[in-house]
């Protein structure tokens, strides 16, 4: 009996230390705008307050290799900043980017870059990415170009094919070789599942709509692209 | 002198649950992190989620709009806005334009905002609008 609470308490802090491992051979830097392990606080409170998106489900997400490519030359993902609610302000005809609130991400030299990737690919999230979410049929990429760009509305806040679409979402121009197939469909289905509050609305879409829209998405920005 | 010796024990072991105490009020914290957490005000809801494409101005002119096939809603507009009751623009928030007859453009946000929020959020509008319906 007397033994419980402590044990309960060692048995909470596993579990709240577990992923942190992967998560400790990056730089510290790196935790003082991401989330590297699943964050307790899930209020809307601290989505309006962090600096960067949560990476603690980035071995689910990313492709290694562009990963060590980007943090080499971190061009921004979000053409109006990281959230674009600080990084907006009133224009004379819409609102625009307020570039003096963009903060560029840190630049790595090649070794540095690689060793980062390696940590960022071993968080993985297998129950919030299953494996074989897009299952592969990449026919419907044209129905999922049309779904993407005219029938579901995601051209709205993000960039597609020819960098047409939004500014407040990620550009997926090249989200064939940055985001993993079976992330965009999963992260598609419920984006709150991940990140609880996100601003991308879920959209209640039927799979093959989710197949479709991962089938033209996966294949923009790789060169086998058909 | 003898009260105390014969208290010792009991207190002794009272102190050690107290320690315990602030252990315990972590781990509930660490567990239930949103308990006693009020919403933001709901224009900086508005400004979350809205803004991107209705603007800061609430005019129809969020960073979004020089990508957008159809211009966002106008919430100052009084007319406009004065002619659409209260349960359709609850609707049209809550499970999009289409619902509405009106643009696929406008997401559903059913799965984001609660009920409660979308109420508040058609209260605000009023106030955005000046009008009421």
């Known amino acids: 009996m007397k033994y419980k609470l402590p044990l309960a308490t060692a048995v909470l802090t596993v579990a709240l230390l577990s992923g942190a491992h992967a998560a400790d051979k990056l730089d510290a830097s790196c935790a003082s705008c991401h989330a590297l392990t699943k964050p307790t606080d899930t209020s809307l409170d601290r989505l309006m307050s962090r600096k960067g998106p949560d990476l603690w489900y980035a071995g689910s997400k990313f492709n290694a290799d562009w990963l060590v490519a980007w943090l080499q030359d971190p061009k921004p993902i979000r053409p109006a900043g990281y959230p674009y609610f600080k990084t907006t302000m009133e224009g004379s005809d819409h609102d625009v980017v307020d570039p003096s609130k963009i903060t560029p991400h840190p630049k790595l030299a090649k070794a540095a870059a690689e060793s980062a990737a390696a940590a960022l690919m071993a968080l993985k999230a297998p129950d919030l990415v299953p494996s074989g979410t897009f299952k592969g049929d990449t026919a419907g990429a044209r129905m999922g170009a049309l779904s993407f760009t005219k029938l579901r509305g995601c051209i709205t806040c993000h960039q597609g094919e020819n960098g047409q679409g939004g500014f407040s979402g990620p550009e997926l121009t090249n989200a064939g070789a940055r985001l993993q197939p079976d992330f965009i469909a999963a992260y598609t289905i419920d984006p709150q599942h991940f990140d609880p509050h996100i601003w991308m609305p879920t959209l209640n879409l039927k799979d093959q709509d989710i197949q479709r829209i991962t089938a033209y998405l996966s294949v923009q920005g790789r060169g086998d692209k058909k | ?133």
Request: contains cysteine; hydrophobic residues 40%.
């Open chain 2, 1 to 133: 002198m003898s009260t105390f010796a014969k208290n010792e024990a009991p207190a002794s072991r009272s102190w050690k649950s107290l320690a315990l105490l602030p252990a315990l009020v972590a781990a509930a914290l660490l567990l239930t992190p949103e308990i006693g957490r009020a919403d933001p005000p709901i224009d900086q809801v508005y400004n979350v989620y809205c803004a991107q494409c209705h603007g800061l101005k609430r005019n129809g002119t969020g960073v979004n709009l020089p990508g957008l096939s159809v211009r966002p809603r106008d919430h100052t507009d009084s007319k406009g806005m004065g002619d659409t009751p209260d349960d359709e623009l609850f609707k049209a928030i809550k499970d999009g334009g289409l619902a509405v007859n009106k643009s696929v453009l406008m997401p559903t946000w059913g799965a984001v905002l609660s009920d409660k929020q979308i109420t508040e959020m058609v209260k605000y509008l009023r106030t955005v609008c000046h009008c009421g319906k």
